[in-house]
């Protein structure tokens, strides 16, 4: 199974901005999904998009897929300080349905 | 609804003492279920998934074991911690659609 890679792995911004992370990966997939990490809690998953979409919405959330590049990315808009957290990509391919997690990325949002 | 409950939340061992955490999962019947770890800084590395009681399959070698002696709890075990060991363990299930659905985690620290 193959690993998505998250990049940046760290981003600090101010409130109010947007907030763009990417995840890329190596071979074809079925699916790809992005989990949210609160400091020392568990994951949450936020949304999920299928290898034949190229966009997803979800409140201030927008997910893109371009599978020629083999990459996805989680727009977070008009950020807020309770945005904070880390980020995930995990990655659904092959025969199983266990996906498989990066290593996310960290994002500061300043009040 | 369902829900995730591990324990203990926070753990503190010496090295060479043995090792327990449990998991139980309510409002569902016959989920699978995991055992991740994170180590500081890293991705969430799969260690034991199980389909059903007594049903566990092992992702990577280590010093850890996995049982399900019922159907909805999952406990992560050691005879002999290590150092190494420490790092944050997630228990989840899959609630379909390739989604995981995560506990609230357990902190290890081996010392």
């Known amino acids: 199974s193959q690993q998505g890679e998250e990049d940046p792995q760290a981003l600090s911004i101010q409130e109010g901005e947007n907030a763009t992370m990417n995840c890329s990966y190596k071979?074809?997939?079925?699916?790809l999904q992005w989990y949210r990490q609160n400091s020392g809690r568990g994951l949450v998953h936020l949304i999920l998009?299928?290898?034949?979409?190229r966009e997803k919405h979800s409140g201030r959330l927008r997910v893109t897929l371009d599978t020629s590049k083999k990459s996805s990315s989680l727009l977070i808009t008009a950020s807020r300080a309770a945005d904070t957290a880390s980020y995930f990509c995990?990655?659904?391919?092959?025969?199983?349905?266990?996906?498989?997690f990066g290593r996310g990325t960290s994002l500061i949002v300043h009040p | 609804s369902q829900t995730i409950h591990q324990w203990p939340a926070t753990l503190v061992q010496p090295v060479g003492s043995p090792l327990s955490l449990e998991c139980t999962v309510e409002?569902?019947?016959?989920?699978?279920l995991y055992w991740y770890r994170q180590a500081a800084g890293r991705g969430l590395q799969l260690l034991f998934y199980?389909?059903?009681?007594?049903?566990i399959s092992s992702e990577v070698p280590q010093n850890l074991s996995a049982s399900r002696p019922q159907d909805r709890q999952f406990i992560l075990s050691s005879k002999k911690l290590l150092l190494s060991d420490s790092g944050f363990y997630l228990c989840?299930?899959?609630?379909?659609?390739?989604?995981?659905?995560f506990g609230e985690g357990s902190w290890l620290t081996v010392v």
């Open positions: 409002g569902t019947s016959n989920p699978n």
């Open positions: 995990a990655i659904a391919s092959g025969g199983s349905y266990i996906p498989t």
């Open positions: 071979t074809s997939i079925n699916n």
């Open positions: 199980s389909v059903g009681i007594g049903q």
């Open positions: 998009i299928r290898s034949n979409e």
């Open positions: 989840a299930w899959y609630r379909g659609d390739y989604t995981i659905y």
